[in-house]
Every structure is written in structure tokens, then in C-alpha cells.
């Protein structure tokens, strides 16, 4: 099995950090490249044209043996240069497992459909017929332009719950072709513990107040993912992306 970690925080992520370190225990000796944009993104854009997949083959740079990073603002890049060009990491063969996060702030209820994070483990579902799974960390009230810096002490002190359960999460769930799972940790404090790990479906509204239309009905209710993680729950929730579903 060849494993792909990828993340769009930047290289110095520690959410990324602490992926990579629980992955090689996990995984052992599978082949597994890391692959990040060169600076922190938001959003699932493409840069890369589908007829030229190759154009940004000359703007990676290796970071460390099986390490790099690409100079592109768009995360999806980064899965679909490295599963259209897998000879360019890999020795042999594709990649069937695909990694994403962990993601500094949430992605539940609609923010997963503009997700960086969660797109990069759709595409390799989706298009390419990997397994998918997508990481976020909470980081409770903390507004987004305050996040600190990748890498400082005041970031690593977040990724608490990530650091309890991500290995376990990585022994239980199971590797499947064409799945995609999306994973979100809770903000814990001190040494406080989650409430569970809980299967979830995606909530019909954003997480972010200032996302969400008040025009449109917000129907909070307790099974769903925003309001698990707020009560302090690892979610679990599978996303599925029919291509070509069955013409009505």
C-alpha cells in the first residue's frame, strides 16, 4: 500500500506533524510522501488544467526524503499532480491511501464542501478511486484570523484531542477504495478527555455564523456533526460524490 499525507497549512503545520509521526507507527513500512503547499490555503480551488497535469511538476521542491512542497494556493493541486504523476514520488505503483490534515479550525456541516482539507480526500475518492480520510482539529473560540502560527507552541497546544485519538482512528477504520471519511476533533482543555467517538451525518447549515444565509432554514439537531463536536465528540461522517448517478 502506498500512502499519500497531504496538507494545506503549510510545511510547518503541526497538525500535518503529528499525521505524518502517527502514520509511520500505523503503517510501518509502507511507502508514504508527504506533499503540502508552500504557505498556509483556504478552499478547494484548482489551479491545474486537466489537459496539463504536469504544469507544476516544476514547482515542487523536495523538503526531505519523501517531502515536498508545491508553490500553489490551491490544495486540490496537490492531490491531482500527485495521482496523475505518481512516478514522479513513487517508485512503483499508485497511491490507495490518501491523508489529509490535520486541519488548524473544524470542517463540518457545509464548510465540507469548500474544504481544502476534505476536498484533497474527496478528489482521491471520487476521480482516482483511493481512500480518503480528511482530519480537522476544533479550536474553539479561537476566530480564524487569530489562529497562531504553524509551528508555535501556541498552536501545538490545540491539536490535544488529535494527539489522543488519531492513532486509534488509524487502527480501527478500515482502508477502502473509493471511501472517503471525514474526521473532526474536539477543542479539549486541560486534561479533559472527549465524550466519544461518534458516527455522524453532516449538518444542513455552516459552523460559521457569519456563512450562514438567513434566508435559508437552519435545522440544528443533536445527531449531527456540528452539534456532536460542539459537545465535545471525535465525528465521524462519510461523504459520498456520485460522478454518474443513475438518470432519473
Known sequence: MNILIVGDDGPKSHGLNILVEFAKRQFGQAPQVILTNSSPAMGRGYSISPKDPGLMLKDIEELAPNRYQVKTPHPADL?????????????SGTFDLVLSGVNQGPNVGWDVMHSGTVSMAVIAATQFQACGFAFSQDMKNVNSHEWPENGSPE????????????????QEYEVIAG??????????QGEERARGIVTTKIANYSNWKDRRDSSLPITPQLDDDIQKLAAGNVTVSQIELKLNPNLR
Open 79 to 91: 492531490v491531482y499532480l500527485a495521482m496523475t504523476h505518481p512516478d514522479r514520488f513513487l517508485r
Open 155 to 170: 498552536e501545538i497546544q490545540y491539536y490535544r484531542a488529535a494527539e489522543l485519538y488519531l492513532p486509534e482512528i488509524l
Open 179 to 188: 471511501e472517503c471519511w471525514n474526521f473532526n476533533f474536539p477543542a479539549l
